[in-house]
């Protein structure tokens, strides 16, 4: 079974800096794209940054230059570095994947194309 544990997150102030981990377990493929997501409250849940199984990723404009996605296969864990933190990046930060949908180069597939969804971690930024 899969599952996807994400870890706490956190609160800075404006220009601080935040990483968040996703550990996964049961993966029963070896090709998959994994991708975070954000939901503010009021807001719809909107793609921040997907990477694939070869490495390949993808970064919304709101976030481009500023996040870094990443991944650690030796530990099927999951991350996402946030440098720059903005009082508008606030948001519930959540990890997803699925087997048989297929990160794109040009934009992040729409939240129901995910499978796999790991809890929310709480990102605050302050000004």
């Known amino acids: 079974q899969v599952r996807l544990m994400a870890s706490l997150g956190g609160s800075v102030q404006s220009g601080g800096s935040l990483r968040l981990s996703c550990a996964a377990s049961?993966?029963?493929?070896?090709?998959?794209?994994m991708a975070w997501f954000r939901q503010a409250p009021g807001k719809e849940r909107e793609g921040v940054a997907t990477?694939?199984?070869?490495?390949?990723?993808y970064y919304a404009d709101s976030v481009k230059g500023r996040f870094t996605i990443s991944q650690d296969n030796a530990k099927n864990t999951l991350f996402l570095q946030l440098d720059s933190l903005r009082p508008e990046d606030t948001a519930m930060y959540y990890c997803?994947?699925?087997?048989?949908?297929?990160?794109?180069?040009?934009?992040?597939?729409?939240?129901?194309?995910?499978?796999?969804w790991g809890q929310g971690a709480q990102v605050t930024v302050s000004s």
């Open positions: 997803a994947a699925d087997f048989y949908v297929r990160c794109s180069s040009t934009d992040i597939p729409k939240t129901d194309e995910y499978t796999y």
């Open positions: 049961g993966f029963s493929h070896s090709r998959y794209c």
């Open positions: 990477i694939d199984s070869a490495g390949s990723t």
